[in-house]
């Protein structure tokens, strides 16, 4: 008999393994003649070889399902046991797709601008992503950062907003600093909620694969191998947004998205946003995407609200 060991990565072993490893007990009892045993995060084969093969292509084959899905069904296991590859909604398997939720819904572009901002991302290194309220530039821009981290295209992820008070005095909110900085993050939160399983994504953020934290953290460090998410940039100084832009190392990338009709800074206060996309519009290797009104997937009456406002400033 020969053995193999198969090391399980960036996996929850529970949501993985299953209850009392009846993931694991599943593939073993299709092989008798073989021995499967797990211990930690390794997985421990002994058998003849072409059982060996059969049952590594079975377990990527899971470990695949189960990162594009975050989990794994009695069905899901014997259909790949029965060499059945059609998993649910095999059909939709299209170039568009960039992940599927924790609940296996899809998470695509739902606009053209949407497909737009997907597509710039993949011929730039730095992309602009600008529009109003809803038109999903933040959840698509998480979306891309997920995708590549579980393509192992960067090793962390660097999500980041300015703390900026729309109206209110941070300083008088209860709690210590990471209570009062939470609720400026919490849209960040909620979009990687659909996208990663709850265990793995305390996994990632315990191990800081994953890093969500105001603006002002990122000074004085060196950001390589990541992908760099700047959200609500409209909120940022010229010189926060560039503090940001030059952090970037090598094999990085990053998306800065903001609404330049939600400024926060005080009046005498120009947005690094505004200046940067009149400076940075001719550099090679930087994208701008525009989204508007048409974008907007929240509900019907927030695009008619955008157009209304729209038309006032217009005036002014």
């Known amino acids: 008999m020969v053995e193999k060991i198969i090391t399980l990565e960036n996996v929850s072993l529970v949501d993985f393994l299953g209850v009392e490893n009846n993931t694991i007990k599943q593939v073993a009892a299709a092989f008798p003649t073989s021995k499967i045993i797990s211990r930690g ?39 790949y046991l029965h060499k059945e590859e059609e998993v649910p909604d095999a059909q939709e398997e299209k170039e568009d797709i960039l992940l599927y939720g924790t609940k296996g819904f899809v998470i695509k572009p739902k606009t053209a601008n949407q497909q737009l ?3 710039c991302a993949a011929d730039h290194d730095i992309v602009f992503a600008i529009g109003p309220a809803g038109t999903g530039k933040t959840y ?11 393509n192992k295209e960067v090793k962390k992820i660097i ?21 009062k900085i939470d609720p400026y993050l919490r849209p960040i939160y909620d979009a990687l909620d659909d996208m990663i399983p709850p265990e793995k994504l305390k996994f990632y953020q315990e191990n800081r694969i994953i890093e969500i934290a105001p603006l002002a ?16 940039a409209q909120n940022t100084t010229a010189m926060q947004i560039k503090m940001f832009l030059t952090r970037m190392g090598p094999n990085s990338k990053a998306v800065i998205t903001g609404d330049k009709s939600q400024i926060d800074l005080p009046r ?31 509900h019907r009456l927030v695009r008619d609200i955008i157009l209304a406002y729209e038309k006032v400033e217009n005036r002014v």
């Open 41 to 79: 995060n390794e997985l421990r084969i002994k058998g003849t070889t072409p059982e060996i093969i059969r049952i590594n292509e079975i377990v990527n084959s899971l470990l695949e399902h189960y990162h594009k899905y975050g989990k794994l069904t009695n069905e899901s296991i014997l259909n």
């Open 159 to 179: 999500i980041t907003r300015p703390a900026v008070e729309a109206g209110e005095n941070l300083g008088f909110l209860p709690g210590d600093l990471k209570e």
């Open 268 to 298: 005498n206060q120009k947005s690094g946003l505004v200046e940067a996309q009149h400076i940075l519009k001719d550099i090679k290797g930087i994208g701008f995407v525009e989204l508007d009104a048409r974008d907007v997937v929240r």
């Open 217 to 232: 953290y990122m000074r004085g460090r060196t950001l390589h191998n990541a992908f760099i998410l700047l959200d609500e």
């Open 117 to 119: 901002l997907v597509d």
């Open 140 to 150: 698509i821009s998480v979306a891309l950062a997920v995708r590549a981290l579980k």
